[in-house]
């Protein structure tokens, strides 16, 4: 299953609060061109681990590599520029902005953003602006959105604030995309077809991406392989059958964690 | 002939405001940054111009006014040293409290704007103390009798604002500024999509406080005196407020209109308060206009949160 070196490599990442244990040394590793699930109950590190390799949070102990650089340390707005791009598990927009400025936000390194060339490069600045504007058109095309270009973001319904996340992420130009629960909030149906277009970015754009799922269905359609993890820990790593049978695995999701 | 020249300084002032309304709506409208110490910029900018455009005192004058330096620069010089100098303090400002979470920074300005006050009042090398510094220099006053002068200082207010605000709405209308506005929605967020929110946020605050010190140049030059009594909170920073509030935070224009409201209800009230209230009030008139702000503030905020205009549904063009 391994195909190539890994893009990001966690090695015994921990991570406490005060005396909760979120992330307790943990250590996986992620390959290019795949879409990795995340999973666990409730409270089980998965968020953390999220904020941990993004730089929202600096770990108390172990590195993160990605593509063999080591990136903790870095703030969010650094692991961005890296190439790593996330979401929120509760979705997050910028809500009396258009949906198009939402997108149009996103491409790093844009001339318009410093206030210098503004006032004396506007030739430049302007050009910029209608290529990304574009290329926001065409995204929001693709994720079903564009006729809601103009109105604010705040106004979306749950599942087209979904699809907004997604169409981000495509802005983004990013190597490895990091989805939080994507699926919350959104109807089976829509989730069906969230699925498929995450799929296909994976599929025709290069890109890779670590999932953090509680819908099982989607987890175990696109996901593969499967990280388990468990108060803090990984618990188990496997192709979607191996999780599925794996009685440990049984045990946290069907006989409700304990300890 | 005494209505125009009424008019005509009342002019001068409200396009001064209105310079002092664009520099908050840019650290507030757009980017969400709470300054509550408008007046501390405001009295960086005028002592600084003050300081840079004025000689030191020669002869008698030695005797009764002592001044830090007096370097004779021509006015344009003592404005630009007034924006470098405000957007310095701002720079201080914003190191300290940027990192920490929004209420803290409009604590330190709230701070800093009544020590910087308290300094220029008991520091008396500086700046002649509570006595303020008198003469200051009026550009092109040659050009027509003293009592035009208003109307050329007006062309020149205007021409200020007219500068100001072009360059701030090519700012806020670029990426630039939808950087800003994307802070002040949602600070993570905008994080999160690989913007530096602390740097974002040190620019918006530099570049209205800039602002502030060029309206407080202004302000100077056109009264030719200035004291530590002027640069008081409700007068240099919560009429400010109510100013860009009432004409609509996160637009240029509507902050301009707010600015001419407010200060028209400002210049009047003082005039129809004495015609109204019995002469041994007539006293406490400015209290009374005290008041009136705090109360217009107040209406406000309850029933018009977006003010006269508020921000346009799309603010990037393109
Ligand atoms: N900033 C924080 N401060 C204190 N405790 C925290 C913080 N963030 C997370 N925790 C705790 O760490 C543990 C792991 O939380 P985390 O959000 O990573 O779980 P999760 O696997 O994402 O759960 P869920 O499925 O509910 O989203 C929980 O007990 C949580 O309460
Ligand atoms: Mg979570």
Redesign the interface.
Known sequence: MKTSEPILSLRNVRKYFGGVKAVDGVSFDVYPNRITGLIGANGAGKTTTFNLITGFYKPDEGDILYKGERINGLSLHQTFHKGLCRTFQISRELKLMTVLENLMLVPPDQSGENLLKTWFMPGVVRREEIKNRDKALSILESVGLLHLKDEFAGNLSGGQKRLLELGRTMMAGAEMILFDEPGAGVNPTERKTLAARIRSLVDNQNITVLLIGHEMELVMDICNPIIVMDWGKKLAEGTPDEVANNPEVLEVYLGGSKK | MGLLNFFISFAVMATIYSIFVLGLNVQWGYTGLLNFGIAGFFAVGAYTSALFTMHMPTGALANYVTQAFGLGMPFLVGVIAAAIASGLVSILVGALTLRLGEGYLAIATLGIAESIRIFFNNESWLANGPQGLVGLPQPLHNLVSPQYYSYVYLVIVLIFLAVIYI?VE??IR???G??L??IR??E??????????VFFKM?SLV?GAMIMGIGGALYAHYSAAIQPGVFEALFGTFIIWTMLTLGGTGNNKGGILGAWIVWAIWSWSTYLIAKVVPASFATRAPFIRYVLIGVLLIVIIVRFPKGIMG?E????K?
């Open positions: 360059a090519k700012g670029s990426p630039w939808r950087v506005r994307a929605e949602d993570i967020m905008a994080n999160a999509d690989g913007k530096n929110v620019q570049v921000e549904r799309q603010v990037s393109f």
